[in-house]
């Protein structure tokens, strides 16, 4: 199937934010890289159902996120029964996935009922409206919008932060530093 | 668009549960380690794939 050329650039656009959904969502690099390839080629097969004008970030991420929910949830239930197990895998692997300054944040992140983590993200770090992460996740905004906020105030909880001097001034620097921005 | 200025600027801190800038600063380290990821572009096997997948197509229409 030839692509436009703007169809083309978008899906490579979209390819960095989609692996690092992937990461968040599988914990892993390895298993999130082949998450990603799986997703683009679903995407290609069906360039043709995706409609010109909206957004091929949001469709990708929709793609992803059902394939990874069909495929990889049966796995990654098992790895999340036995209780803290992804938090001691990224523990053990502190390079899998960003610096080692994140990975109280990270272990924290882990411990997210899926449904909170997925919206948190989506919202929180790969920039879509609550309508468009509601469109990725097939359910209501306000129920993105409930998911959001449970999963900032477990965050907070988890990593027993009640104001934002609790971060610490140096955490804020390096997060700063390491977004390379 | 964020720049490192508008993250770095600490918000005025009051100890109220999650306030505003205990919000701001989750959402500075959710963004910062999932950026991490981002800022490492486009890995070649993704970008060889595309190519390639788009390739056959182009050939195929010949």
Known sequence: MAMDESVRKAILGAVPS?????ISLCGNVDRADDLV???????????DSFQPGTNMSAWLFTILRNHFRSEYRKRRREVEDSDGHLAETLKSQPDQYGRVEFREF?????????????????V?????SYEEAAGICGCAVGTIKSRVNRARTRLADLLHVNSAEDFGPDETTRAVLASGE | METAATRNKRPSSKPAKLSRDVQARLGQQLRAMYD???????PERFSELINRLDGDGKKDER
Request: hydrophobic share 55%; charged share 20%.
């Open chain 1, 18 to 22: 989609l692996r690092a959904f992937a």
């Open chain 1, 37 to 47: 390839q799986e997703t683009l080629l679903r995407a290609l097969a069906n360039i």
């Open chain 1, 106 to 122: 990270r272990e924290a992140l882990a411990q997210l009922p899926a449904d909170q983590r997925e919206a948190l993200i989506l």
């Open chain 1, 124 to 128: 929180g770090a790969s920039g879509f």
């Open chain 2, 36 to 42: 991490e990821v981002v800022n490492q572009g486009v």
